[in-house]
């Protein structure tokens, strides 16, 4: 059987391949006065480090393309809002970074939750405590990140033809608009970055898919929630002044 040697500072090991050794303290098994550390025997089944190449590759690729068709949803939500997208450039210029950190909030929050299951720490019937902890985390960081988006906006980007063609309060709703949409986004990627894993879970599928599921889930959400709210901000409620404000 083939064994592989794992050396601390005392004794040397031989550890099955099936087997993977992780010692919890400081480098090569030890606490910092040359001690054992405690050892943690995980089957190698449980991570992959047995699978084929090929077998890994098929199992991941067929969760990419089928994430890769879900996102290009985005297509037809994008088409349903040309004009929008045509007249306002503010929305598509700061759309990546919309759905980009949704994107990232929601990773975050799904790699907690998938940790959390993996050592013990979260069980599947906690579900609803680490949902309502992401969504006061969500709330928090929201707000933290719709400031910092407002400032950024504000001070960097200056649309004179279109504050010209729509009105001195535009550069107003624009902010709010995006802001507002931001504000959205974060929140919800993080309560649903947090949930999926364990739904994943619940029902029997691999739980580290959570964390590209999520990404491509905000994309689609958070593309019909800009478009949603700066058409809302933008066009439909155009003929109705917000606040002119002159230094926008």
Same mark, same amino acid.
């Given at each position: ?10 004794? &040397?090991?031989?550890?099955?391949? /099936? ?7 400081? &480098? ?6 040359? %001690?054992? !550390? ?16 090929? /077998?890994?590759?098929?199992? %991941? ?17 994008? =088409? ?13 210029? @700061? ?33 609803? %405590? ?27 980007? /200056? &649309? ?7 009105? =001195? ?18 929140? /919800? ?10 739904? @994943?879970?619940?029902? !029997?599928?691999? %739980?580290?898919?959570?964390? &590209? ?34 230094? @926008?």
């Amino acid at each position: 059987k083939a064994t592989v040697s794992v050396l601390n500072w005392h004794t &040397p090991q031989a550890l099955s391949m /099936s087997e993977l050794v992780h010692r919890r303290g400081a &480098p090569h098994g030890g606490d910092v006065a040359g %001690r054992e !550390g405690p050892v943690e025997v995980v089957p190698a089944a449980a991570t992959g480090v047995d699978d084929g190449i090929l /077998s890994t590759v098929w199992k %991941r690729i067929t969760v990419l393309i089928g994430l890769m068709l879900l996102q290009s949803m985005s297509q037809f939500i994008l =088409e349903s809002f040309q004009k929008l997208v045509s007249d306002h450039v503010i929305v598509p210029l @700061f759309l990546t970074m919309l759905v980009g950190a949704g994107g990232n909030a929601g990773n975050q929050a799904a790699v907690a939750s998938i940790t959390g299951l993996a050592t013990g720490q979260y069980t599947t019937k906690m579900y609803r %405590r680490v949902l309502a902890r992401e969504f006061v985390i969500g709330v928090l960081c929201a707000t933290a990140l719709s400031a910092a988006a407002m400032a950024r906006i504000h001070l960097l980007y /200056s &649309p004179a033809e279109q504050v010209e063609a729509f009105g =001195e309060d535009y550069m107003l709703r624009a902010l709010l608009g995006i802001t507002l949409s931001l504000f959205l986004i974060v929140m /919800s990627s993080m309560a649903i970055g947090g949930a999926l894993p364990f739904l @994943f879970e619940g029902v !029997g599928l691999d %739980r580290e898919h959570a964390a &590209p599921c999520i990404q491509v889930i905000m994309d689609i959400m958070g593309v019909y929630i800009t478009c949603q709210i700066c058409t809302y901000l933008l066009v439909e409620s155009r003929a109705m002044p917000i606040i002119p404000l002159s230094f @926008f």
